[in-house]
């Protein structure tokens, strides 16, 4: 037996009959070069599958299984977020016999070179085949790339019929062959904006979401932070729907085997690359995106807002959609209707809080449950925690403390400690008590203004930042009444503020103190000696 490793994951060998006790150069010499090759491929490939040689995809291409080639209509292989799996989806032919719609996944195993002819491992998955059964899906591939009279780049590529590499004699020779043609990518003239990819990292309000903008300014990649156990609840691949709070895929779970644990790894990254302009201004960037999650992909269509320096939001349609004209059509895309994402930079600089003053709370609710993300004390909310840490001699001062409520605030103050970019809640509980939040980006909508803010202590059990919306009541100088912000009205003076805060994305469906982790209305009691101006956010 004579054994050759081709690749770490595949092992090809010939063989004869020992018909007596001989050297082995003896025996080896009786193996003929028409004597059958077997091929052993790896059934975990060592370190992981490896990347396809077939560069750039997206390719439309033909087929033929021995009954004619199958042109039009055309079939395409789509790439996915891992380099080492392709999509291929077929096309039936109604004058080719043996030939139907369906797709297959192309998982690349190894990649050698015997001479001139270039040589590929693979494992091909559909719903025919138990992935259990090793031999079915496993196929051995050549191929050549090619470039074509009018510049275009294409691969012939031959499979073998079952899990070897015979019956091989060339890319244009196989049990089935086909042949690649590149796709040219528009996309290459669409980038994202400097305002968007000045910061390469964005990340979701509760760090669950990463957003990685390439150096080329053309790729989004959207990875997830996930927690072993939950991760199929939360991170699923679409077949034709998105989640609200995110770029994400839901449907049917998808996952890989981790070789050698039994332990499924999620699939948690996606991959959004810009594919033409819609709408763009210094504040709004309207896109047709290329999104692929695992070996689905198609069109979506995604806008960016610019709320910040430090803060952007975004939206996307509902459908996934395999024409990308149709992205952004009004049926696919109403931003009226969609949620927002909120995404901030990992260095955030803080500015200036709006609706400067102090203010007395008369009127405050929490979500059921929810503020626990708010209080969160080491303890203080037990009375028996709280008792321990007193001394013996409880004075009466600390049995006001010990029976006050710290889940309620009694006054707000924004930026009336010295500096205009920190807000105070105020607790009759102590000082101790109050809690305290930095203050970075904010931008108002039609009368509702969105601040971006994080506690100045924060508890391990705490969100790292939070949306604070709300909504000022002003004076009206003609009656006294109060009345609702507007474009005629915003120099007036406060009288009112209504407060909530969320904790994932700044949520409009929030209804300023009454809905919300924590709601607070607010009455005005005095201005901060720095005056009661509002901010403007910074766009610079």
């Known amino acids: 037996m004579v054994i050759h490793e081709k690749h770490q994951n595949v092992l090809q060998f010939k063989e004869t009959y020992c018909d007596s006790r001989d050297s082995l150069d003896n025996l080896c010499s009786q193996i003929g070069g028409d004597a059958t090759l077997y091929s052993m491929f790896r059934v975990e490939p060592l370190n992981g599958p490896v990347p396809c040689p077939f560069k750039g995809p997206p390719f439309t291409f033909s087929y033929n299984r021995g009954n004619g080639e199958c042109s039009s209509p055309v079939s395409r292989i789509d790439s996915c977020t891992d380099e080492s799996r392709l999509s291929f989806k077929y096309q039936a032919c109604p004058d080719v016999q043996g030939t139907e719609s369906t797709v297959e996944e ?36 050549v191929y050549e790339r090619v470039v074509s009279h009018d510049r275009r780049i294409m691969y012939h590529v031959a499979q073998s019929g079952d899990a070897t590499c015979n019956g091989l004699p060339s890319p244009l020779e196989g049990s089935k062959v086909m042949k690649l043609t590149k796709v040219d990518n528009t996309h290459t003239k669409c980038k994202y904006p400097s305002w968007i ?16 903008f390439s150096h080329k300014n053309a790729t989004l990649k959207i990875t997830e932070d996930v927690t072993p ?31 050698g644990t039994g332990v499924k790894k999620p699939n948690t990254e996606m991959r ?9 201004d ?23 807002y610019r709320r910040d320096s430090t803060v952007i939001e975004l939206q996307q349609s509902t459908n996934l959609v395999q024409v990308s004209d149709d992205a952004c059509n009004s049926d696919n895309f109403n931003p009226s209707k969609l949620p927002f994402i909120t995404l901030i930079t990992a260095s955030l600089h803080q500015r200036k809080c709006p609706h400067l003053g102090r203010y007395a709370v008369i009127g405050q609710s929490e979500e059921k449950d929810a503020f626990s993300r708010l209080k969160r004390e080491d303890g203080r909310s037990d009375p028996r925690l709280r008792v321990r840490r007193e001394s013996s001699t409880i004075t009466e ?13 009694e006054s707000l103050n924004i930026g009336c400690s010295g500096v205009s970019d920190t807000m105070e809640f105020e607790s009759s509980c102590g000082v101790e008590s109050n809690s305290e939040y930095s203050c970075y980006g904010s931008w108002e909508e039609n009368g509702t203004y969105y601040l971006i803010a994080s506690p100045v202590s924060r508890k391990s059990t705490e969100a790292r930042r939070y949306c604070f919306v709300s909504t000022p009541i002003y004076e009206n100088h003609e009656d006294g009444s109060g009345e609702t912000v507007t474009d ?22 929030i209804q300023p103190g009454i809905t919300g982790i924590k709601s607070f209305n607010f009455s005005l009691v005095g201005e901060c000696q720095l005056g009661g101006r509002l901010s403007t956010p910074d766009l610079s």
Not at 272 to 280: D, I, L, P, W, Y
Not at 488 to 507: E, F, Y
């Open 197 to 212: 990819t000045d910061h390469h990292h964005w990340h979701t309000l509760d760090y669950k979401k990463s957003y990685h």
């Open 397 to 409: 001062r600390e049995e006001i403390k010990k029976d006050c409520n710290i889940d309620k605030f």
């Open 106 to 141: 192309l998982l690349c195993v190894a990649t050698w070179k015997d001479g001139s002819t270039k040589y590929m491992v693979g494992k091909v998955h559909h719903s025919r085949i138990q992935k259990s059964n090793q031999e079915a899906f496993s196929r051995g591939f």
């Open 282 to 304: 210094s504040h709004n960037f309207v896109i047709t995106a290329h999104v692929t999650s695992g070996c689905n992909s198609g069109y979506i269509c995604l806008a960016f």
């Open 272 to 280: 959004v690359v810009c594919h033409s302009e819609v709408k763009t």
């Open 488 to 509: 005629q009205n915003r120099k007036r003076s406060v009288v009112k503020l209504m407060l909530s805060t969320v904790a994932g994305s700044c949520s409009r469906s």
């Open 229 to 259: 156990g939950v991760v199929a609840n939360r991170v699923n691949v679409l077949r034709r729907g998105w989640s609200d709070d995110a770029i994400c895929f839901t449907g049917n779970s998808r996952s890989l085997s981790v070789p």
